[in-house]
């Protein structure tokens, strides 16, 4: 004789099912956030680790630093006014501190495309050649990028890392004393935070709003908190 669900146990299943749902609907919304947030770690890391590898130190060049790979978030009409970031690292005698198409990064999983989702005068994100799932605003609606001010300078939006893959102030060119001085004073010393938004204002942004990347001192190492 085969066994049935009573009456009593068929409820019980949809209320069970009810909870679950109304417990992960309202939630499926900052799902983008953390899929956005969990790529940019991702990038971040791959970043220090060119970083590393493509060692950029020179003891005979005192700007040895202004060629260091970084991560630079940015909108333009050439990101569609969508937030979008590029992975780079300036060439000696041009370090401008913006890519161009020869200093971007090549993305591996696609060696015919650069690792930047658009940038102002360089790259459309419309270009064969740009990683769409990097202009974060379009794929994942992403509308805000915000920097803590222990690795922003004058509203920078970048991280950049040194030979080691430690974290280093990224707007070099309008670092003043005593950034300017050494090396090592370059160096971020306190925990940098970076806020991904799904608002238009970071600043005003719920905890349901934004998503924040820690970035440690000395190691670099990126983590969602």
Known sequence: MKKAFTMIELIFVIVIIGILAAVIIPRSGSNKLYEAATQVVSHIRYTQHLAMVDDKFNPSDNEWYKRRWQLLFGTSVDTNNKVAYSIFSDKAGGST?????????????????????????????????????????????????????????????????????????????????????????????????????????????????????????????????
């Open 97 to 225: 501190g913006n890519p161009d198409t020869s200093e971007i990064a090549t993305n591996p999983l696609n060696n015919s495309k650069l690792l930047s989702g658009g940038f102002s005068g360089t790259l459309p994100s419309i270009s064969p050649r740009a990683t769409s799932e990097l202009n974060i605003g379009q794929k994942y609606g992403i509308l805000d990028v915000d920097f803590s001010s222990e690795c922003s300078v004058n509203d920078s939006k970048r991280i950049a890392f040194d030979y080691l893959g430690r974290p280093i102030y990224g707007n070099i060119s309008s670092l003043t004393s005593p950034f300017k001085v050494n090396a090592t004073n370059r160096l971020i010393i306190n925990q940098c935070k970076i806020e991904i938004c799904s608002v238009s204002d970071c600043t005003t942004a719920s905890s349901e709003e934004k998503v924040t990347i820690a970035i440690e001192p000395e190691t670099g190492y990126a983590h969602i908190l």
